[in-house]
């Protein structure tokens, strides 16, 4: 299921094809090249002028994820490893998880359980971890607004192609029997363009926003179980407390997941 903004994208394109072919068009007739350097070339370099370049080189990354998706964080199996270290906090103290470091895969949850461990304050700890939070969110927020910036731009550049093209048009009006091709060509930068935004720059962009909401709410569960072990909290009502975190269909799965979690779904593309 993590590919689901591949499979609707092309999805999209498909119902495209289908819907030309059966109103008797040809799909080939909608290549352009001119349209296509106009549209794509131009929304590139607008970003670039909107953006700083090391930006603009992650998007080829950020695209790849988007459409295939990353791997996703594993809520319940999260849960169920905090609770664990409660209750073995409660039976032997604090200094008894520096042992079980070595289980946790999720460099977060090592790095909070890491910080109790050390004896920092909790507020401290709740400091350091949030900041860290608030600065991945950040960051996720700029990779997803380039995409959105892609989905803006691009219709308008489709549009001035059209008017570029219909310009040529009315330079050759001593050819009427050539002005429905020419009309027609000209309005293929405006599909380009309008298609291109809603079509993929759009969807990414709001895959990848849904992907690092997740990756927050994740994090914030952790969060919480961190200072909960800190505190000394009872296990029963802290799996309690991170049940609120996670979906409620999958509250259920948290007896049968597993120790550890996978990686956060968006940490490389940071």
């Known amino acids: 299921m993590k590919q689901t903004t591949a499979a609707g994208i092309g999805g999209a394109f498909v119902c495209l094809l289908l819907g030309v072919i059966l109103e008797g068009g040809n799909p080939m007739a909608?290549?352009?090249?001119?349209?296509?350097?106009?549209?794509v070339g131009?929304?590139?370099?607008?970003?670039?002028?909107?953006?700083?370049?090391?930006?603009?080189?992650?998007?080829?990354?950020?695209?790849?994820?988007?459409?295939?998706g990353g791997s996703s964080v594993?809520?319940?199996?999260?849960?169920?490893?905090?609770?664990?270290?409660?209750?073995?906090?409660?039976?032997?103290?604090l200094l008894a998880l520096e042992a079980q470091l070595e289980e946790v895969d999720d460099e977060f949850t090592k790095k909070g359980v890491s910080l109790i461990v050390d004896g920092t304050d909790s507020s401290v700890v709740e400091t350091i971890l949030q900041?860290?939070?608030?600065?991945?969110?950040?960051?996720?927020?700029?990779?997803?607004?380039?995409?959105?910036?892609?989905?803006?731009?691009?219709?308008?550049?489709?549009?001035l192609g059209t008017v570029l093209s219909l310009v040529h048009v009315l330079e050759n009006l001593s050819n009427p029997g050539a002005l429905g091709h020419s009309i027609a060509g000209?309005?293929?930068?405006?599909?380009?363009?309008v298609g291109s935004a809603n079509l993929v720059f759009l969807p990414m962009g709001n895959r990848l926003k849904g992907m690092s909401e997740v990756e927050v709410n994740y994090r914030e569960m952790i969060l919480?179980?961190?200072?909960?072990?800190?505190?000394?909290?009872?296990?029963?009502?802290?799996a309690e407390r991170l049940d609120t975190y996670l979906d409620p269909t999958e509250r259920g799965k948290k007896d049968d997941a597993g120790s550890g979690t996978s990686e956060p779904m968006l940490q490389e593309a940071a």
Do not use: W
């Open 30 to 39: 909608f290549i352009n090249i001119p349209a296509f350097i106009v549209v």
């Open 42 to 68: 131009g929304t590139v370099c607008v970003l670039l002028a909107s953006s700083s370049m090391e930006e603009a080189m992650r998007l080829p990354k950020l695209a790849i994820l988007a459409m295939l």
């Open 74 to 93: 594993d809520g319940p199996a999260a849960a169920k490893q905090m609770v664990g270290l409660a209750e073995k906090a409660r039976r032997e103290g």
């Open 131 to 159: 900041s860290e939070i608030d600065g991945m969110s950040a960051r996720h927020a700029r990779n997803a607004k380039m995409f959105a910036t892609l989905g803006g731009f691009a219709p308008t550049l489709g549009i």
């Open 186 to 193: 000209a309005f293929i930068a405006t599909l380009y363009g």
């Open 224 to 238: 919480e179980g961190v200072l909960a072990l800190q505190a000394g909290d009872n296990p029963s009502m802290l």
